[in-house]
Every structure is written in structure tokens, then in C-alpha cells.
């Protein structure tokens, strides 16, 4: 058996957008509808001082959803980590729309949780 983690970057976001909470819970809440996960409790969100960019994780029943934002790059970095096979989604367009985000980057990792998987 394996799963699946994505490691994405997105560049050129809206400044305004990755310090503001509620798009980022719109974000997070669009990916797990949209992958069919199973949150277990609410969102974590840790809002960094002043001009400061936000940090917020989603336990799931598949495994995590994480979120950094980085305001003065104009950058944020997604974490999501499925511990049974999932079809990606379009992860620049999400990004595109939620984020403002000029160019994403995605990698894809199979997890395997045996030496023979």
C-alpha cells in the first residue's frame, strides 16, 4: 500500500491574501472538498506579528493539510499528505484563483509504507 504527498509552491501570491485567515480556511476547505478528505477536528492557524504571513495545519483522517505563508515573497508553500492513492487537482489554478498566484510549482510523492510497496 501507498500514499501520496504533494509539496507546492506558489510565487507572485496577493500580498493581502496570505494574511488574511479566512481566504486561507477557504483554500483549505476547497481542498478537502474537492479531494473527498475527512477532517478530524478544526484547523490550526497561527497568525505571525505585524505584516507577518500565517502557518495553519488541518489533521485529517487521510493524514495532513499544512499551509506557510510568506507576505514579504510573495510566496506560500502547501503541504498535503494522503495515506491512500488520490488523484491530484489543479493546483495552479486553485492557487491561481485563491492565492493570486502567478506560478506553481508541484511535486508528487509516492509513499510507500513497506519496503516491498
Request: with cysteine; proline share 5%.
Amino acid at each position: 500500500m501507498t500514499g501520496v504527498e504533494w509539496l507546492i509552491e506558489s510565487f507572485g501570491c496577493a500580498e493581502s491574501r496570505l494574511q488574511d485567515a479566512e481566504a486561507l480556511a477557504e483554500l483549505f476547505n476547497e481542498i478537502v472538498s474537492s479531494m473527498k478528505l475527512h477532517p478530524i477536528t478544526d484547523p490550526v492557524w497561527h497568525r505571525f506579528p505585524e505584516k507577518g504571513g500565517i502557518t495553519g495545519v488541518w489533521l485529517l483522517q487521510e493524514s495532513h493539510l499544512a499551509v506557510h505563508t510568506f507576505p514579504e515573497y510573495g510566496s506560500a508553500c502547501l503541504n498535503v499528505f494522503c495515506c491512500t492513492p488520490r488523484l491530484p487537482i489543479a493546483w495552479a489554478d486553485l492557487l491561481e484563483t485563491r492565492l493570486g498566484a502567478r506560478e506553481t510549482r508541484v511535486r508528487e510523492c509516492r509513499r510507500a509504507y513497506g519496503a516491498s510497496d
